[in-house]
Structures are given as structure tokens and as C-alpha cells.
Antibody
């Protein structure tokens, strides 16, 4: 069955860095665009990034550009998100999600990995 | 970047009633790229509707979407107990995604 499993979250000090991973299975990973979406505690969803199936096209919201880097390894069926210069307001659950095809909607989501930025 | 504003913020209804949720965009959104999600506590979002009005796999037909331009609507024809959750609209345009702030549907 189709599955996305995030990992790499945890407690990080402000200014630190981390890399989140998303292991996928059950579908042809290299055929799909993928994305990261985050959700701060008690708040709504915020789109963080997407990457094309081959990895050549990446996008970020202007508010997050420069500190976030999305990447993928199609040989390992895995998606990554590197976050640098972490701030307290980066505290959130980070979800990876599959873009389902021609409609730019996220049809499959992982359970998320929690990132807490605190001194 | 396109801002999506959802209303109302909270909707209090009873099972069996009809729910109408609104999503308004700051600029014209292609109807092909407007989606709706449902999220329950402690769970990831679930795709309900994509391309404004197409139900995702396994979504019951009491859920329907409509709209065009800057105004979009999610309608739940007869609320079931499991429908009480938070709903988000989402759009894609100009190489960017964005989500609305959500509508919480609670039991009256």
C-alpha cells in the first residue's frame, strides 16, 4: 500500500539545522512531484516546498526561501528537507505529501514528524 | 502569492444538517488547481476534493465542491458524526501553493 514515513524531527536549539526525511513505498516515487507542508501547534497548514519528479524544479514560499532546501533521491524513494538557521516559529509538525498528478493537490500524506525549536 | 480566506472560522451544526464552507482567493485561481482537505485531531489532512469539484478516491458523495474565479465552496449535504473536523482549501498558481486558514466544523 502507498506509504509515506517522515523522520528526523526532534528538539533543536535556535540557529541550529536539521534534515527531515520521508521514506516512501507502494508507488513509483520517481513519477511524482512531492511536497512538504507544516503545521504549527494549534494552527493551520502552511505549504513549505515542492519538488518535481526528477528534482530539477523546486519552489518555496517567499517567506521561507533561503533557509529551506528540498531534495530527493529517486533511487532510495526518499524525500528530504534541510532546514537551516532554525527559529522558534519553525516549531511544527512537518508532513511530506505526494502531489497526485495533474491537479496540484496532495493526495497522500505521511503522519508527520515534530520539530521543536527551543533553547 | 495568492491568499485564501475561509469562512466562517467555526461552523456549529447538527448531524443531518447541510454545511456550506467558503473559500475566497485574493486573485483568480484556476478551477483545475483548487482542492479541499479534511483534518481530524492527531491525523494528517485527507484530500476530499480536487480540481474544484472532483471527489478523491473513497470520498462519499455527500461531499461536493463548486466555484470559479475567486469564490469556491465545499458543501456537505447531510452531516454525519465523522464529518466534524477542520476543513482547508488549497490552491496552486504561479509555482506556489497556499492553504486557507481553515474552518472548524463543530457539533451544535
Amino acid at each position: 500500500q502507498v506509504q509515506l514515513v517522515e523522520s528526523g524531527g526532534g528538539l533543536v536549539k535556535p540557529g541550529g539545522s536539521l534534515t527531515l526525511s520521508c521514506a516512501t513505498s507502494g508507488f513509483s516515487f520517481s513519477d511524482y512531484y512531492m511536497g512538504w507542508i507544516r503545521q504549527a501547534p494549534g494552527k493551520g497548514l502552511e505549504w513549505v516546498s515542492y519538488i518535481s519528479s526528477a528534482g530539477s524544479d523546486k519552489s518555496y514560499p517567499d517567506s521561507l526561501r533561503g533557509r529551506f532546501t528540498i531534495s530527493r533521491d529517486n533511487a532510495k524513494n526518499s524525500l528530504y528537507l534541510q532546514v537551516d538557521s532554525l527559529r522558534v516559529d519553525d516549531t511544527a509538525v512537518y508532513y511530506c505529501a505526494r502531489d497526485g498528478g495533474n491537479y496540484w493537490a496532495f493526495d497522500i500524506w505521511g503522519q508527520g514528524t515534530a520539530v521543536t525549536v527551543s533553547s | 502569492e495568492i491568499v485564501l480566506t475561509q469562512s466562517p472560522g467555526t461552523l456549529s451544526l447538527s448531524p443531518g444538517e447541510r454545511a456550506t464552507l467558503s473559500c475566497r482567493a485574493s486573485q483568480t485561481v484556476s478551477s483545475t488547481y483548487l482542492a479541499w482537505y479534511q483534518q481530524k485531531p492527531g491525523q494528517p489532512p485527507r484530500l476530499l476534493i480536487y480540481s474544484t469539484s472532483t471527489r478523491a478516491t473513497g470520498i462519499p458523495d455527500r461531499f461536493s465542491g463548486s466555484g470559479s474565479g475567486t469564490d469556491f465552496t465545499l458543501t456537505i449535504s447531510r452531516l454525519e458524526p465523522e464529518d466534524f473536523a477542520v476543513y482547508y482549501c488549497q490552491q496552486y498558481g504561479n509555482s506556489r501553493h497556499s492553504f486557507g486558514q481553515g474552518t472548524k466544523m463543530e457539533i451544535k
